[in-house]
Structure formats: C-alpha cells, structure tokens
C-alpha cells in the first residue's frame, strides 16, 4: 500500500483567457504544492475554458493553445513546482480536427496527452477513442496513475476496464459537468460507477463558475474502490484541497494487442517528498434546492457581468415578485452599489406598485430613480391612435427604450427581470421587458420565483439581516399593470397549475395524452401547448439566462418558428 497525496483544483476559467488560464493553474499548483500534493487534478478545458462552441475550431485558436500548454509546464518548473504531476484538460488537434485532451505536466514538460473527442461543449455527443490512440499511465512515487477525459468518464466503461487490467491503482478525470436544479452533482454517480466496475480508487475535478447560459458547480470528489466517496469539495466555490490517499499499488504490464489501445507508461522521477501533516480536508455541506438554485443564479449573473467587462446592472423596478428577485440577485452578486434600479410608472400603475419599488431599492440600498413615461407613451398613442394591445404594448416598448437610452449612457448592462413560465407562453412585449443582454430568471418558472423570494428572505432573517424583497411584491397578485385591474390571470392559467403543466411538458418531455391521461384539461392542454408553439419567435430574440433546469430554452430546448404541426393525440 502506498500513500499519494492528491490536489483536487476547482477552478473558474474564463472561454478564450490562455493566459489568464494558465494563471489560475499556476495559483492552483502553487497552492496544492504548499499543502504537500504529489498530483493535482485541475477541470475539463481549465486552459482554454468551456463550453468552446466554434471556438475549437479555429486553427490559430487550438495553436495557441497547445503553444500555452507547452509555455504552463515549463513555467510550472520555473516556480518551482516541477515536481508536482499535474493533470489537466485542453485542447489540441490532430488529423482529424480539435480534439478534448487531458494532458500530464511534469518537470517542464507535457510528459503525456491523451485524445479523446471533437469538443462540441464541455460535454457532448461521444466520438470513440481514435483508432491508434495511446491510453497514458504515469508512474509516481510507485503509484500506477490512469488518465481520462471527461467524455471517456461519462461514455466509455471500456476505457476504465483497460486501464484497471494494466495495472492502474489511480484514475484521474477531468471533468466540466454543468450544475442541474434538483438533481444531485451528476460528476458523483459517474465516479462511483466507474470506481465500482474497475476496483480501484477515481478522483474528477469540476470547474466553478458561468460561461454564457451555464453554470459549473464544482463538488470535485474523490471516491475508493467501492464507490465511497473519500472527499467532496464544497458546490460554488472556488477550491483547492488536498488529501492523504492510500492506494494498493501493481506492477503495470505491457498489454497484449487485442486491437484496443496501447498503453504507454512514463515512469516520472517524483524526487524527495517533504514531510507535512496528514490531511484530510472538509466535505462540501449538503445545499436545500432553494440554495443551490440560488447560488447557481448568482454565479451566473455574477460571472457573466464581469467577464464580459460590465460593473453595474440596471432595469426596471415594477414592484413586482421577479424584478424584486432579480434585485435581490445583483446585490449578492455584484453588491448592491452594482445596482440602478428604474421605476417607470404609467397612468395604469398602482400607488402600491410604485411604494413596493421605492421599498425594494430601500431595502436593498442601491441605486434609484423614478421617470414616469405617462407623457412619452401619450404621444405614442395620440400620434398613431393606438388602443387594446397596440396602446398596452407601447407602455412597455417605451420603458425598453428608456432602460437602454441610460445604458448607453452610464454603461449599465440591462437585465431581463422576465421568467420561464412567461417565455414559455410568450407573455412578454419584445422590444419592451424583452430588452437587455441577460435574463436571470429566463430558467426558473414563476412559482419557483416565489419559493426563492420566500427562502432569501428567511435566509435574510436567520442571519439577522433586512429580508431584501417586500412581502407585499411576494403575496399580491401578479399583474403587468398594462390597463386598469389588470392580472395576469386575464390572459393565463393559474401559475400553480401552468408550471406544473410546463414542468411536465417541457422538462420531464410528457407529450399532450400523457398530459391529459394525468388529469389536465384538456381545452386548457391545447391552449397552452399552441402558445409555446406560436411564441418561439419572442424566445429566439430574448437575452441569454442562466440555465439551471434539465431543458432549458436556447440550449435544450428549440421549436421551429415555422411549425405547421399540432400534436393532436
């Protein structure tokens, strides 16, 4: 039995920062080394950053970065961490495109690499490995050490046996597995499964952080032979841990050719180990739905506002339950001076409304002001003798142009307060509450912004803080306030009854007979499915959200906007 200390790097890269990349790495390995690591497993893509999307397949991208790589190990041995094996994932190429690879970095060079797929995300459809491929084992400190790419880890049972027959005692993976509410990390079911097929230890590194629609929740772990899991890093943070791993060690033997892989070993001069106290670092606590749904929407909007260069947030304050979660979402995740909240009042809003915004911004303490548009939308109507929809449209029309005439002002990047329940019916006014370059709430469905509202502010009082979101924007009805008395229920179903028709529909995949089967109306059926028909047009040209449900509009789920089909049975 041999002890390997392990370094487990949950880190936040950026899409397209190579060096900024590989200055997290650095950071990673400084701060593993000093804890005594022997290995370090950074996530899937760390170098390049995930999901690439088209991106891979620029040649002088992929250049780069396998220039990058080679530049990383040899500044690795420059700070003196050229000892400490480190695994990663990155990009590469070979004869057949852009290809996922994980690479190990020791005493200034890439000493191996291994191909695995074309990399259509950070996940994606799985491309076997190529014919000819090396599978790479590390010899360290008399510890056998198997190398797999995320993809393989989730797709391929057959890459884990080969490398398990060869004598491996260590599987490190690369992983960058985005975050999905209400389902448990999907990184820990794969590591478990593989771990209990093969016998031997498994350790898979998730990335923290959004890029665009995604969010990677970390939960890096480490599981035995069995499956038991040894550590689990904490979700939605950024973290580097190691720990004391015993591990039965073999003697690796040259495979037979059977038409498989080869393996190629590297026996690695691990040098003197300095001497440092056994380690076991502390398990990720266990998080409420409302939590990490929470926390994934903040990372999201936090990520994608300063990694796109934005410092300040800005949209409408109607006084109403979404456009008080969303505040409440900017202040934890860019603080509340981040914050410039705008109430639009209209000859249609109520006293209450108005009072609910102003109480909001107090609550809150960031930024506000209040510019009525009763004059600029009474000139629309007059002009062009709108009335009905036409006049009740142009209300939210006029306040899109004024949010976005102050950004391109003051430089503030417009939120889109609107939910998935409302985008999945198309109740929304595009050009109106439709503008924007981000859409927090674009994946949650209306009675789930309620749930949220409910839990931060219980969040709030158990902390002994102000609950930011006014219980009155909570318990009244909802209303666009865009005629007099107007509710929402004018035009829809009742939310509890819609979501959960919308759940079943759009994220559990019910077709319409299972639907009615379950006991929904079915006129009520009908009409709600030829509305998420008919309204695919207004999704396509909404801003991008963060994607925290299992089918998400944009990336899971696309109707065509030319669709002649009604699902009749």
């Excluded at 370090?40 to 390049?48: G, I, S």
């Excluded at 290809?99 to 995300?121: C, I, K, S, T």
């Excluded at 498989?260 to 398990?283: A, E, M």
């Excluded at 409302?422 to 929304?428: F, W």
Aim: with cysteine; aromatic share 6%.
């Amino acid at each position: 039995m041999t002890q390997l200390r392990v370094g487990l790097a949950q880190l936040n890269p950026t899409v397209g920062d190579l060096a900024g990349n590989a200055a997290l790495i650095r950071e990673g390995t400084a701060e593993a080394a000093q804890q005594g690591a022997d290995v370090v497993l950074f996530p899937e893509l760390v170098l390049t950053g995930c999901p690439l999307e088209d991106l891979a397949s620029h040649p002088a991208f992929a250049q780069d970065s396998r220039e990058r790589l080679a530049a990383l190990a040899r500044e690795l041995a420059d700070d003196g961490h050229g000892a400490t094996l480190v695994i990663l994932g990155c990009l590469d190429h070979d004869e057949t495109g852009p290809r996922n690879a994980v690479a190990a970095l020791h005493r200034g060079m890439v000493v191996a690499e291994q191909f695995d797929h074309h990399p259509d995300g950070a996940f994606g459809e799985h491309h076997p490995t190529h014919p000819g491929q090396s599978l790479e084992v590390l010899q360290l400190h008399g510890v056998n050490i198997g190398m797999l790419s995320g993809t393989d880890l989730g797709m391929s049972a057959d890459t884990c046996t080969t490398l398990a027959n060869s004598g491996v005692d260590l599987i490190l993976a690369p992983a960058a597995i985005p975050f999905e509410r209400g389902a448990a990390n999907r990184l820990a079911p794969l590591l478990q499964q593989r771990a209990t097929e093969t016998g031997i230890v498994i350790g898979g590194a998730n990335p923290v952080g959004g890029q665009d629609g995604l969010v990677f929740d970390g939960n890096s772990r480490i599981v035995d032979g069995h499956g038991t899991g040894l550590y689990q890093a904490p979700r939605f943070e950024s973290r580097v841990a190691t720990m004391d791993t015993t591990i039965g060690t073999n003697v690796v033997e040259t495979s037979p050719d059977t038409g498989g892989p080869r393996i190629r070993h590297h026996h690695l001069d691990g040098g003197s180990r300095s001497q440092h106290p056994h380690t076991t670092p502390v398990s990720g606590e266990a998080l409420s739905d409302e939590a990490q749904t929470w926390s994934a929407l903040v990372l999201g909007l936090r990520d994608y506002s300063r990694k796109n260069g934005f410092q300040s947030t800005l949209f409408g304050f109607s006084g109403g339950i979404d456009s008080a979660v969303c505040a409440a979402l900017v202040a934890d995740a860019l603080g509340a001076d981040a914050l410039h909240g705008v109430s639009m009042p209209s000859r249609y809003s109520s006293r209450h409304s108005t009072e609910d915004a102003e109480e909001l911004a107090e609550r809150i303490g960031c930024h506000f002001r209040s510019e009525n548009v009763e004059d600029i939308v009474a000139d629309y109507v007059t002009r062009l003798q709108l009335t009905g929809l036409a006049e009740e449209n142009i209300q939210a029309r006029v306040r899109g142009m004024l949010l976005m005439a102050i950004s391109n002002m003051e430089g503030h990047l417009v939120l889109a307060p609107a939910n998935k329940t409302e985008l999945a019916v198309g109740y929304s006014t595009l050009y109106g509450d439709a503008v924007g370059g981000f859409a927090p709430l674009k994946d949650v469905f209306k009675t789930q912004v309620w749930r949220l509202a409910r839990w931060r502010n219980d969040e709030a009082n158990r902390r002994g803080e102000t609950p930011p979101i006014p219980e009155r924007s909570i318990n009244k009805p909802a209303s666009a306030e865009l005629r007099p008395d107007q509710a929402d229920t004018d035009s829809l179903p009742e939310y509890t009854l819609l979501d959960s028709l919308l759940g079943r529909y759009l994220e559990d995949e019910w077709d319409r007979a299972a639907l009615v089967t379950s006991g929904f109306d079915t006129e009520t059926v009908d009409r709600i499915l030829r509305m998420i028909k008919g309204t695919e047009y207004k999704r396509r040209q909404y801003p991008p959200g963060t994607r925290v449900s299992r089918r998400a509009f944009d990336r899971d789920r696309r109707f065509p906007i030319t669709n002649a089909w009604h699902e009749t049975h």
